[in-house]
C-alpha cells in the first residue's frame, strides 16, 4: 500500500492556475473603481465651476471665475491630478449658451492600458456643463472621449 503524504497535491496546482486569473480581475476591478471615481470627481468640480461662472454675464469674466474656481476647489478632489486636467470654455450653439469642459488624460493610466488589451481607447474623460445667460447651470453631461486630444 502506498502511504497518501506522497501524492501530489492537486490543490497546488489549482492554485497555480486560478492566482493569476484572480489577480488580474481584482486588478482591473481596481481600476475601473478609479477610473469611475476620477469621473465623478470630475463631473462634481464641472458642475461646481458651473454654478461659480453662472454669477457673470461676460464670457471673459466667466471663463477667468471658472479657471479660478478650479485652481481654488482642486484640492478637494483628490482624485484629480492637476497636471492632466485641461479646461476648455466657450459659446456652443445660441449666443446665450457658454461651455465649461473640464478634459481629463487618462492615457498613461492603468486603466486605459488593461483597456488596451480588450480593445477599448478612451484616453480622455470629460466633464462638461452649459450655462444658459441667466439661468443657472443646465445639465453636467460626463462622457468617455477617444479623441487624442482636447
Same mark, same amino acid.
Given at each position: 500500500?502506498?502511504?497518501?503524504?506522497?501524492?501530489?497535491?492537486?490543490?497546488?496546482?489549482?492554485? $497555480?492556475?486560478?492566482?493569476?486569473?484572480?489577480?488580474?480581475?481584482?486588478?482591473?476591478?481596481?481600476?475601473?473603481?478609479?477610473?469611475?471615481?476620477?469621473?465623478?470627481?470630475?463631473?462634481?468640480?464641472?458642475?461646481?465651476?458651473?454654478?461659480? $461662472? $453662472?454669477?457673470?454675464? $461676460?464670457?471673459?469674466?466667466?471663463?477667468?471665475?471658472?479657471?479660478?474656481?478650479?485652481?481654488?476647489?482642486?484640492?478637494?478632489?483628490?482624485?484629480?491630478?492637476?497636471?492632466?486636467?485641461?479646461?476648455?470654455?466657450?459659446? +456652443?450653439?445660441?449666443?446665450?449658451?457658454?461651455?465649461?469642459?473640464?478634459?481629463?488624460?487618462?492615457?498613461?493610466?492603468?486603466?486605459?492600458?488593461?483597456?488596451?488589451?480588450?480593445?477599448?481607447?478612451?484616453?480622455?474623460?470629460?466633464?462638461? +456643463? +452649459?450655462?444658459?445667460?441667466?439661468?443657472?447651470?443646465?445639465?453636467?453631461?460626463?462622457?468617455?472621449?477617444?479623441?487624442?486630444?482636447?
Amino acid at each position: 500500500m502506498r502511504d497518501r503524504s506522497d501524492a501530489p497535491q492537486p490543490i497546488f496546482g489549482e492554485a $497555480a492556475l486560478l492566482a493569476p486569473v484572480l489577480l488580474l480581475i481584482m486588478l482591473t476591478l481596481s481600476s475601473y473603481g478609479h477610473a469611475v471615481a476620477v469621473h465623478l470627481s470630475l463631473r462634481n468640480l464641472a458642475a461646481e465651476t458651473a454654478r461659480a $461662472a $453662472a454669477a457673470r454675464e $461676460a464670457d471673459g469674466q466667466r471663463e477667468r471665475l471658472a479657471r479660478a474656481h478650479v485652481a481654488r476647489r482642486l484640492g478637494a478632489h483628490s482624485m484629480l491630478d492637476p497636471a492632466r486636467l485641461t479646461i476648455r470654455t466657450g459659446r +456652443v450653439g445660441a449666443p446665450a449658451r457658454f461651455e465649461i469642459a473640464l478634459v481629463y488624460d487618462f492615457s498613461d493610466s492603468l486603466f486605459h492600458r488593461l483597456g488596451s488589451l480588450i480593445g477599448l481607447h478612451t484616453p480622455l474623460l470629460e466633464g462638461r +456643463v +452649459v450655462v444658459e445667460s441667466g439661468t443657472r447651470p443646465m445639465a453636467v453631461a460626463g462622457r468617455l472621449s477617444s479623441s487624442a486630444g482636447p
